[in-house]
T-cell receptor, first 113, second 116 residues
Framework: KAGVTQTPRYLIKTRGQQVTLSCSPI?????VSWYQQTPGQGLQFLFE???????NKGNFPGRFSGRQFSNSRSEMNVSTLELGDSALYLC????????????FGSGTQLSVL | AQKVTQAQTEISVVEKEDVTLDCVYE???????LFWYKQPPSGELVFLIRRNSFDEQNEISGRYSWNFQKSTSSFNFTITASQVVDSAVYFCALSEAWGSARQLTFGSGTQLTVLP
């Protein structure tokens, strides 16, 4: 079974731009969660989607948004990028049984200049 | 609010030594999950173990073992006979058992370096 796939692997943007990151979950997994990892704040939960609906949301500004498609693929969008948005963005999918077990992708490393 | 503390920022050992990674947590929930994840240089977080708050049995899996003590709110991880391939950042994490089970609160991680 293929793992969680995130694209692109690396991204460089400038302040004020917007960016869209993509995540394809493991086949059969309907839940997709997003996390931000920075040296200063560590790993922080962004949001979770299940069956195209946002189920939980972390403490991030409205510039961070996401969506999930009918095939469970998910995208997250960050608008009006700030320098502090530079981070590794990790996507995780989970099965319906033992759904608390997350399977992570390798992440998208976003650099904001 | 939930909190996970990994006081050890970096640990360095020589191959074949045993090493224990500490994890202390805080939660008001009576039912919760505890996790350990490994993050190699490639970046993805690799699931190692999940423990339900009702299950205080220690667990051993090969060279890995976990000691869960509810009385001290600790969930420590021991690697026996460490190997160079064990070098990675290890994260302890906590989540509610229901509803927001996929919303993990992570510790700051422990960078483990195993020297040959």
């Amino acid at each position: 079974k293929a793992g969680v796939t995130q694209t692109p692997r690396y991204l460089i943007k400038t302040r004020g731009q917007q960016v869209t990151l993509s995540c394809s979950p493991i086949s059969g997994h309907r839940s997709v969660s997003w996390y931000q990892q920075t040296p200063g704040q560590g790993l922080q939960f962004l949001f979770e989607y299940f069956s195209e609906t946002q189920r939980n949301k972390g403490n991030f500004p409205g510039r961070f948004s996401g969506r999930q498609f009918s095939n469970s693929r998910s995208e997250m969008n960050v608008s009006t990028l700030e320098l502090g948005d530079s981070a590794l963005y990790l996507c995780a999918s989970s099965p319906e049984v033992e759904g608390e077990k997350l399977f992570f992708g390798s992440g998208t490393q976003l650099s904001v200049l | 609010a939930q909190k996970v503390t990994q006081a050890q920022t970096e640990i360095s050992v020589v191959e074949k030594e045993d090493v224990t990674l500490d994890c202390v947590y805080e939660t008001r929930d009576t039912t919760y999950y505890l996790f350990w994840y490994k993050q190699p240089p490639s970046g993805e977080l690799v699931f190692l173990i999940r423990r339900n708050s009702f299950d205080e049995q220690n667990e051993i899996s090969g060279r890995y073992s976990w000691n869960f003590q509810k009385s001290t709110s600790s969930f420590n991880f021991t690697i026996t006979a460490s190997q160079v391939v064990d070098s990675a950042v290890y994260f302890c994490a906590l989540s509610e058992a229901w509803g927001s089970a996929r919303q993990l609160t992570f510790g700051s991680g422990t960078q483990l370096t195993v020297l040959p």
